[in-house]
């Protein structure tokens, strides 16, 4: 099992900034990817950003060039760096970590609210 703990959200004024974290435990080994997904109200949850282990990112349209998908593997810790935020980004953000083929693990979530 792995355990996910995100943290970081907030209330942000458009065009402001948020990190998030996502501090994992647990049994970790192997993780094939890693990555960031969001749902607002009323929507599916949609992919934000991810990672592969190697280390190539990949980004959703809308927020390319505004968000940043780091990790730090000494802390076991996943980031979402978040700038120039508009009132869409507002959602339930959450952590993904995935070991294919049948391992999907998720986070509780953490709000982002972005005030226009």
């Known amino acids: 099992q792995v355990q996910l703990v995100e943290s970081g959200g907030g209330l942000v004024q458009t065009g402001g900034s948020l990190r998030l974290s996502c501090a994992a435990s647990?049994?970790?080994?192997?993780?094939?990817?890693m990555g960031w997904y969001r749902q607002a109200p009323g929507k599916q949850r949609e992919l934000v950003a991810d990672?592969?282990?190697?280390?190539?990112?990949n980004y959703a349209d809308s927020v390319k060039g505004r968000f940043t998908i780091s990790r730090d593997n000494a802390k076991n810790t996943v980031y979402l760096q978040m700038n120039s935020l508009k009132p869409e980004d507002t959602a339930v953000y959450y952590c993904?970590?995935?070991?294919?083929?049948?391992?999907?693990?998720w986070g509780q979530g953490t709000q982002v609210t972005v005030s226009s």
């Open positions: 993904n970590f995935q070991r294919w083929p049948d391992y999907v693990y």
């Open positions: 647990g049994s970790i080994f192997s993780i094939n990817a």
């Open positions: 990672m592969t282990s190697n280390g190539r990112a």
